[in-house]
C-alpha cells in the first residue's frame, strides 16, 4: 500500500529530493562566498562635517560632530561613569571625548583625505564639546590641517570609515552631512554614494576572516566627499 | 538498492547543475548584483540594530507588557538575521559537519548548546564580572579576550583531532585495519543511501499505518548506525578501529569542544545589549534579549547545521559515485576540515594579540 502510494507521487517526491538537494548545493557554495557578503558593523556613528575657511577662502580644519548609537553611548560612558550613579555627567562625557581623540589620532581620526598633489596634514584635534541626549553621545571636536588649503583649481575629496568595518560611519542625511563654513561662493560640496563593487575583487581572497574583518572591507561602504570651489 | 542509489545520485546532480548554474548566472551578470546582494545585508543589519536600540529604550523609559514584548520579538528576529553574517562558530560547526558524518538531529542539538552557551557566556562576562566584582565593562575586557583565546585554542584542538582522525583511517598508521576498514566503510555508505529512500516511504506510510516491511527496513537502517561494534565482530577481525568507529569513540569530547569553542566567545552585539541594558537601569531587560537573540541564531545556525549534514552526503555520494571509495573521501573531507579550523584557529588567535582599533579604543 504504502508504495503503492509513493508511486501515485513521483513527482511530489521528485520535487522534494530535487529542492533538498538543491539547497545542499547551495550550503556548499554559500559557505565559499567571500566574507565580503557579510559586512558587519557592531557599531554606529552618524556625523555632519564642517568644513571651516578663513578669510582667503582656505580650508583650515574640518569639525567633526559624532552621534554615536544607543548601544555604544552606553558602553562608552558606564566606563567613565566614575559615581556609578547610571548618568552620564558634562564630566563624564568630556572624559570620553578626550580619551578617544587619544586613542584615535594615530589613525587620523578615521580621516583619508585626496586631491591633485600633496593633501593636507591632518595635526592634533581639539576637544569642542560633548553631550548625552536620548541615550546617544554626541562629541564634537576640530581637526586643524597643519597649513591652510587651496581649494581654488584643485577639488579636495575626504572620507571618514573604519578600514575594519567594525564601526559604520555615515553622513547624515538630507544634505546635513556636510556644512562649508565661511566658504567663498561658487563653493559646493558632493557625497558620493558608496560603490562597493570596485573593491570586491580584493575580498576574494580573504576567505575565513569573517572575524578579523577584511582589511579594507570599510573602504567599500566608504562615503567620499568632494569639496570644489570654482 | 542500487535504483535507488542511482536515482539518488543523479538528483543531486540535477541540484548541483541548478545552482552551479545560478552561479554562472550571478557571475555574468556580475558585480551589480553581488554588490546590491552586501548592500541588502548591511542596510538589514542596520534596521535591525536601530530597531534594538528603539526596542530597549522604550522599554526602559515605560515598561510595559508590550513594550518587554517588542524587545523580545527584536530581539530573536536580530539573532535570527545577525546569525545569518559572519561568526566563527558558524566556520567551526559547518566545518566540522561536513568533515564527519553526523545525524542531522545531533548537529541540531549542537547548534542550539552553542548559541544558548553563547548566551550564558555574555551574561556571565558583562554581568556576573560586574555584580560580582564591581567590574565595568571596559575591565571585563581582559576576560573577554582570554575567553576568547581558548576558544580558538579549541578551534585549532579540533582541527588537530580531525586530520588525526582522517590519519589513522587511511591506514597511515596500522596498515592491518587498511583493506577491512575500506570494505566495511563501503557497505556503510551503501546502507545509508538505502535508508534515505526507504525513510521517505517510511514517512509517507506513519501517517496512515505502519506497513511491516518498512519499519523493518528503519530499524534495520538504525541498528547498522549504532552497532558498529557488533558488525565488526561478526566480521571477526577489527583489531585497529576504523575512523568512524575512532570518532565515535571520542565523539562525545568533540562535540563538547565544538560547543564550547563557539560559546565561549560572547557575540560582540549581545555584550553591547547588556551594557546598554544595565546602563539604562534594566539589567533584566538586557538578559532577556539576549537569549531571544540566542534562541534566533540557534534556529539560523541549526538550519546552516543540517544543511551541512545534507551537503556531505551528497559530495560522498557525487564522488562515491564517480571514483567509489566512500571510505577514502570522507578521511579525504576529514583531512581538509581538520586543516581549514587550525587555520582559522590560529588566524582568530592572532587578531586577540594584534587587534586593530574597535570601539573608539576605549
Same mark, same amino acid.
Given at each position: ?5 509513493t508511486?501515485?507521487l ?11 538537494n538543491t539547497?545542499?548545493s ?22 555632519q ?11 583650515t580644519?574640518?569639525?567633526y ?18 559615581n556609578a550613579n ?5 564630566e563624564?562625557t ?8 587619544g ?7 578615521f580621516t ?5 598633489g600633496?593633501?593636507?596634514v591632518?595635526?592634533?584635534a ?5 553631550t ?26 575626504y572620507?571618514v ?16 552631512g ?14 558620493g554614494?558608496?560603490t562597493?563593487?570596485?573593491e ?6 580573504s576567505l575565513?576572516?569573517e ?15 568632494s569639496?570644489?570651489?570654482? | 538498492m542500487?535504483v ?15 545552482v552551479?548554474g ?9 558585480g551589480s548584483a553581488?554588490?546590491q546582494f552586501?548592500g541588502?545585508?548591511?542596510?538589514g543589519q542596520?534596521?535591525?540594530h536601530?530597531?534594538m536600540t528603539d526596542?530597549?529604550s522604550?522599554?526602559a523609559?515605560s515598561?510595559?507588557?508590550?513594550t ?6 527584536g ?6 538575521f ?10 567551526i ?9 553526523h ?12 548559541s ?10 558583562v ?5 560580582v566584582?564591581g567590574?565595568?565593562t571596559?575591565?571585563?575586557?581582559a576576560?573577554v ?11 585549532m584542538?579540533?582541527?588537530?583531532i580531525l586530520?588525526?582522525?582522517?590519519i589513522?583511517?587511511f ?6 585495519a /587498511?583493506? #577491512?576498514?575500506d570494505a566495511h *566503510? %563501503?557497505s556503510h555508505?551503501?546502507g =545509508?543511501?538505502?535508508? $534515505?529512500? &526507504?525513510? +521517505?516511504?517510511?514517512? /509517507?506510510? #506513519?501517517?496512515?499505518?505502519? *506497513? %511491516?516491511s518498512?519499519?523493518h527496513? =528503519?530499524?534495520h537502517d $538504525?541498528? &547498522?548506525h +549504532?552497532d558498529?561494534n ?5 566480521c ?7 575512523a568512524?568507529?575512532?570518532?565515535q569513540?571520542t ?5 563538547v569542544g ?6 565561549l ?16 537601569g534594566?539589567p533584566?531587560a538586557?538578559?532577556?534579549s539576549v537569549?531571544a537573540i540566542?534562541?534566533g ?20 555520494s ?7 571509495k ?16 587550525i587555520?582559522?584557529?590560529?588566524g582568530?588567535m ?13
Amino acid at each position: 500500500m504504502q508504495d503503492g502510494l509513493t508511486r501515485s507521487l513521483p513527482i511530489a517526491s521528485d520535487m522534494k529530493r530535487l529542492i533538498r538537494n538543491t539547497l545542499c548545493s547551495a550550503t556548499v557554495l554559500f559557505a565559499l562566498l567571500p566574507s565580503s557578503a557579510w559586512a558587519h558593523p557592531h557599531e554606529f556613528v552618524t556625523m555632519q562635517v564642517r568644513v571651516v575657511f578663513n578669510d582667503e577662502g582656505q580650508i583650515t580644519k574640518f569639525r567633526y560632530n559624532w552621534v554615536f548609537d544607543e548601544f555604544f553611548s552606553a558602553y562608552a560612558v558606564e566606563g567613565q561613569d566614575k559615581n556609578a550613579n547610571g548618568k552620564a555627567e558634562q564630566e563624564e562625557t568630556d572624559a570620553v571625548l578626550a580619551e578617544i581623540l587619544g586613542n584615535i589620532q594615530k589613525i587620523q581620526y578615521f580621516t583619508k583625505l585626496e586631491t591633485e598633489g600633496l593633501a593636507p596634514v591632518i595635526v592634533k584635534a581639539k576637544a569642542v564639546g560633548s553631550t548625552m541626549l536620548d541615550r546617544k553621545l554626541s562629541i564634537t571636536y576640530d581637526v586643524p590641517f597643519k597649513s591652510a588649503f587651496d581649494v581654488k583649481g584643485r577639488a579636495l575629496k575626504y572620507a571618514v570609515y573604519d578600514p575594519e568595518f567594525y564601526i559604520a560611519m555615515e553622513h547624515k542625511d538630507a544634505g546635513q552631512g556636510v556644512i562649508l563654513e565661511n566658504a567663498p561662493k561658487n563653493c559646493s560640496w558632493e557625497l558620493g554614494e558608496p560603490t562597493p563593487s570596485e573593491e570586491i575583487e580584493e575580498f576574494a581572497s580573504s576567505l575565513g576572516r569573517e572575524d578579523t574583518g577584511t582589511p579594507d572591507l570599510g573602504a567599500s561602504f566608504a562615503e567620499w566627499v568632494s569639496i570644489t570651489c570654482k | 538498492m542500487q535504483v535507488s542509489s542511482a536515482s539518488s545520485s543523479r538528483y543531486y546532480m540535477l541540484g548541483l547543475i541548478a545552482v552551479v548554474g545560478l552561479g554562472v548566472l550571478v557571475y555574468l551578470f556580475g558585480g551589480s548584483a553581488y554588490s546590491q546582494f552586501i548592500g541588502w545585508v548591511y542596510d538589514g543589519q542596520k534596521m535591525f540594530h536601530g530597531e534594538m536600540t528603539d526596542n530597549l529604550s522604550k522599554f526602559a523609559d515605560s515598561a510595559s507588557g508590550a513594550t518587554a514584548w517588542a524587545v523580545v520579538l527584536g530581539s530573536f528576529l536580530y539573532g535570527v538575521f545577525h546569525a545569518a553574517g559572519p561568526g566563527h562558530g558558524k566556520v567551526i560547526l559547518s566545518t566540522y559537519l561536513l568533515a564527519q558524518p553526523h545525524e542531522v538531529k545531533k548537529s541540531v542539538y549542537m547548534s542550539a548548546a552553542a548559541s544558548i552557551l553563547q548566551g550564558i557566556v555574555a551574561v556571565a562576562l558583562v554581568y556576573g564580572l560586574f555584580y560580582v566584582f564591581g567590574l565595568v565593562t571596559k575591565e571585563t575586557k581582559a576576560a573577554v579576550t582570554w575567553s576568547e583565546r581558548l576558544a580558538f585554542a579549541m578551534v585549532m584542538g579540533i582541527g588537530v583531532i580531525l586530520i588525526w582522525r582522517a590519519i589513522k583511517g587511511f591506514g597511515w598508521v596500522g596498515k592491518k585495519a /587498511h583493506a #577491512h576498514h575500506d570494505a566495511h *566503510a %563501503h557497505s556503510h555508505d551503501h546502507g =545509508h543511501t538505502h535508508s $534515505h529512500s &526507504h525513510n +521517505h516511504n517510511h514517512d /509517507h506510510g #506513519h501517517k496512515h499505518e505502519h *506497513a %511491516h516491511s518498512h519499519s523493518h527496513a =528503519h530499524a534495520h537502517d $538504525h541498528g &547498522h548506525h +549504532h552497532d558498529e561494534n557488533g558488525v565488526c565482530s561478526t566480521c571477526g577481525h577489527a583489531h585497529v578501529p576504523s575512523a568512524e568507529q575512532v570518532g565515535q569513540a571520542t565523539d562525545w569530547r568533540t562535540i563538547v569542544g565544538i560547543i564550547f569553542s563557539i560559546g565561549l566567545r560572547p557575540c560582540s552585539g549581545a555584550v553591547l545589549v547588556l551594557v546598554f541594558a544595565k546602563f539604562a537601569g534594566i539589567p533584566f531587560a538586557g538578559v532577556m534579549s539576549v537569549f531571544a537573540i540566542s534562541i534566533g541564531t540557534a534556529i539560523t545556525v541549526s538550519t546552516l547545521a543540517i544543511l551541512s549534514v545534507q551537503a556531505r552526503k551528497l559530495a560522498v555520494s557525487l564522488l562515491d559515485g564517480a571514483v567509489g571509495k566512500a571510505d577514502a573521501i570522507g578521511n579525504g573531507i576529514a583531512l581538509v576540515g581538520g586543516a581549514v579550523l587550525i587555520l582559522l584557529g590560529y588566524g582568530l588567535m592572532q587578531t586577540t594579540f594584534d587587534a586593530p582599533i574597535r570601539s573608539m579604543g576605549l
